[in-house]
């Protein structure tokens, strides 16, 4: 799958260039959409999870159920997260192949040799990636971090203020590295270029269709 480029339904772009607003995101969300595109498929997360259950049987059924159900809801979202960072390594990135119209540069259609792909580098920069995302904690819970010793006798209370003042710097130094590594895709005006030519050539058509009519009008000819 990593030497298969993404390729979008031509008249799926098309009717999203004739509905979609100038100046939206929209088309850059359906083109990131891991779920539609993705390299590792969910049977073998399916795979994975069933096997470590059956190796921690014993484990897994003194767990509380609550605790078992967060469990997969973390390694699925480790398993998300490792299927973005992957697709950055498609053939044209996570935008996929370029729409007939395109003026971008299209790479020769030669078969790829799979073996010759350093999957041994490749996953090590994938784990980078995940690891430098998980690194942010912007979906940190209370914990003995934020416990502190007040009043006398001391006791220790949970600072929310501490808490929530974490949360919000950590969750804006995730957002301003989002925008530093996304900002190529805003800056992306083919979409919108494409969008300006059908409006234009749907405008000039409206105009000759109205002044025909005009021409016609007064010959009283029937429409």
């Known amino acids: 799958m990593l030497?298969?480029?993404?390729?979008?339904?031509?008249?799926?772009?098309?009717?999203?260039?004739?509905?979609?607003?100038?100046?939206?995101?929209?088309?850059?969300?359906?083109?990131?959409?891991?779920?539609?595109?993705?390299?590792?498929?969910?049977?073998?997360?399916?795979?994975?999870?069933?096997?470590?259950?059956?190796?921690?049987?014993?484990?897994?059924?003194?767990?509380?159920?609550?605790?078992?159900e967060s469990v997969h809801i973390h390694n699925k979202a480790v398993f998300d997260a490792l299927n973005e960072s992957l697709m950055k390594f498609r053939p044209y990135g996570i935008q996929g192949e370029p729409m007939p119209w395109s003026g971008k540069v299209r790479r020769l259609q030669t078969k790829v040799d799979t073996n010759q792909v350093d999957t041994e580098r490749l996953f090590f920069m994938v784990k980078q990636d995940v690891m430098r995302w998980a690194q942010n904690c912007i979906g940190c819970l209370p914990s003995p971090v934020f416990?502190?010793?007040?009043?006398?006798?001391?006791?220790?209370?949970?600072?929310?203020?501490?808490?929530?003042?974490?949360?919000?710097?950590?969750?804006?130094?995730?957002?301003?590295?989002?925008?530093?590594?996304?900002?190529?895709?805003?800056?992306?005006?083919?979409?919108?270029?494409?969008?300006?030519?059908?409006?234009?050539?749907?405008?000039?058509?409206?105009?000759l269709v109205e002044e025909l009519v005009n021409f016609l009008k007064p010959a009283n000819l029937p429409f």
């Open 3 to 68: 030497t298969v480029p993404i390729k979008r339904g031509q008249l799926d772009v098309l009717n999203q260039l004739q509905t979609s607003e100038i100046g939206s995101y929209e088309h850059f969300e359906t083109a990131m959409d891991i779920s539609v595109h993705p390299i590792l498929p969910v049977d073998l997360y399916l795979d994975i999870e069933r096997q470590r259950e059956e190796d921690n049987i014993r484990q897994a059924s003194l767990e509380n159920s609550v605790v078992q």
């Open 147 to 207: 416990i502190v010793r007040q009043g006398l006798p001391p006791a220790e209370v949970f600072d929310e203020e501490i808490f929530q003042e974490t949360r919000e710097r950590r969750l804006a130094g995730m957002l301003a590295g989002e925008v530093a590594e996304q900002e190529h895709q805003w800056l992306n005006y083919e979409f919108e270029e494409s969008q300006v030519k059908i409006d234009l050539s749907d405008m000039i058509l409206e105009h």
